[in-house]
């Protein structure tokens, strides 16, 4: 059973950066792609970046050129660099795999920009 854990989520100023990570367990990690999603108060969860098996990369509009998704196949980690943060970035952060049907996703990690 393929099991997320994500961490690193935490009050930052805007202008500020945090990095991400979620770790797998339980699965093939290098034949995953994974989905890093995030869900703000009274809106609905949507999707922030996607990295590939092969660590190709996508982003929504709002986070281009600020965050970057990343992998480390030999520790079975997904990251998500935030830089540039803005309170609008403020939401519940999860990361996601989807494989053979099923969906996965952690706990999710807070962030939260405000000064």
């Known amino acids: 059973q393929l099991q997320l854990v994500e961490s690193g989520g935490g009050l930052v100023q805007p202008g500020g950066s945090l990095r991400l990570s979620c770790a797998a367990s339980?699965?093939?990690?290098?034949?995953?792609?994974f989905g890093w999603f995030r869900q703000a108060p009274g809106k609905e969860r949507e999707g922030v970046s996607c990295?590939?098996?092969?660590?190709?990369?996508t982003y929504v509009d709002s986070v281009k050129g600020r965050f970057t998704v990343s992998r480390d196949n030999a520790k079975n980690t997904v990251y998500l660099q935030m830089n540039s943060l803005k309170p609008e970035d403020t939401a519940v952060y999860y990361c996601?795999?989807?494989?053979?049907?099923?969906?996965?996703w952690g706990q999710g990690t807070q962030v939260t920009v405000s000064s």
């Open positions: 339980g699965g093939t990690f290098e034949h995953y792609d």
């Open positions: 996601q795999v989807a494989h053979l049907g099923l969906a996965y």
């Open positions: 990295i590939s098996n092969s660590a190709g990369a």
